[in-house]
């Protein structure tokens, strides 16, 4: 018996109307389902503040008498921390394991059956999820923040939209890492490995922990361009926060673009290679 | 619990109640070591664990590093004071994550509904269930939070008297306690609210961190709900205190840091009653 090709061969030019269209219902899916996790979300958005609190009260003893560390004012931090950990949630940093386990079950064969690619049907209702936790998971903490901090106000009009766009370009970049992350399954069926990697790396390299400019400027610079990880949570903050001029929040949003493209093409080239190895077991 | 017979399989029927015990405890060994083996059977993935799982609590006290290579001191205090601080959080939450950590698995035992059949085994619950998995991948994490402390104890140039080696070994301890307790009460929200997970996080997560740091750093009422409204200053802030021979800057006597036992027992108490009054809520989910 010849081999077949699971994935059907994606739609052409002539499609793009109808390929935005089952883009948009699968990522209205993807808000829809998470929607219906209220409890869930009012639980993760008293976890955010209390962490809000106890990361903002230690950076700003870090500023001593000088008022500044690191580029960053007393307001700068302060939003930098509550904002932060709103993003936290809508890149869904940890904890996202429902690839790993559709393939450890076969579940995935039926994912593989569909007419839209498994890159984009999974990047469709990741999208979906953030839209949902970016009004119940991102607000809540820029509202509560100003009532006990200081905060920074964005001095520039533009800053707003530019700080959207980056962190929507972090929610791909950081599904691109935690698609490739869940696909390790392919090979490894159990991912618990890659998975403690992933989560200790990327809140220490993405600014979760202390923001990157409280190491050395080289250390720094070499993490933000040669590494995708402050692009899921650093690069947006920073916008925000308008640590630096314009020109250098316009240069690193084109780095977080950079690497959004880059790791969806390697998502789709692993999805490739892992099709033709995978057996599905059962029948 | 040992009157109700004795677990199919693992205990021998035995009819005084001293054997009947001893019948218990062979249970709950039997259990340890059916974990211990089904866990080091798929040895590249204990290894990577045991690597991982120490990672975490390397990060906490990196970050305290990288906090203070852009300060002086935190909250009046130096980096040789907060490794004291840092030491006696981590070495006592690493010693509790281990122990009592997974109850934090709670809320899912009771949606599947494996609770249940921990409730009707002839063993007590809560041994049952920390037994069931017991992380033993989490040892690395203990022993880096043993030798980070030893290290900060070395360098911190503490005057040693009797009073404070006495309360250099009993304050990590009554930090596992203590950490152990807040694992346990945080646990049994999701007896009334199964999806109570995060929230529990913010509490047992969230003291692992403000423990890490001089109390000094906080401000206003957080303090004052973390420090002694839920009693975190007592793991590690107060201890350190006593053994640096430092004056709470916060004006609190200096004999708040030989509390830290008391504390703990008194901790352990009512989470010893949480759990009964939590099991004695519980309904099934039914399904």
Redesign the interface.
Known sequence: MGSVTATVAPPTGAHVTPWFRTFGAIAAAGFRRHAT?R??AV??L??N???G??RC????????AAGT??GYDRAQLATFVWAGQGLLAVIAIWGWTDLADRIRTGEVAADLLRPVHPVTSYLATDLGRAGFASLARLVPPLVVGPF?FAVYLPRHWATVPLFLLSALLAVVVCFGCRYLVNATAYWLQ?V??PM??WT?GS??LAGL??PLG???GPLEAVLRYATPFPSILQVPLDVLVEREPMSTGLTLIGVQAGWAVLLLALCRLVQRRAERRLVVQGG | MAERGSAPGVAERGSAPGVADLAGLRAYRALLGAQARSQAA?RT?FV??LV??V??TV?DV??VL??F???????GFTLRETLVVVGLSSCGFATADLLVGNIERLPRYVRTGLFDAVLVRPLGALPQLLLMDLPLRKLSRAVFGLAVLLFALVSADIDWTPGRVALAVAAPPAAAVFFGSVFVMTATVSFY?V?????A???TY?GR??TS?PIT????W?RALFAYGMGFAFVSYHPALALLGRADPLGLPSWAGWAAPGVAVVAAALAALAWRVGVRHYRSTGS
């Open positions: 996790y409890q869930a639980a993760g008293c976890t503040t209390v962490f609190f106890l009260y230690v950076f700003l003893a870090a500023t001593g560390v690191a006990f159990d618990r490995g403690i990697l200790l809140g220490v922990y202390f409280f190491l050395p | 798929y993935s990577v664990d991982g799982n990672g975490a990060f990196v970050t990288v906090i290579g852009v300060t002086r001191e935190l909250g609210w999806d109570s997970g995060e929230l996080n913010a509490v969230g961190d403000f740091y750093v906080y401000g206003g957080f």
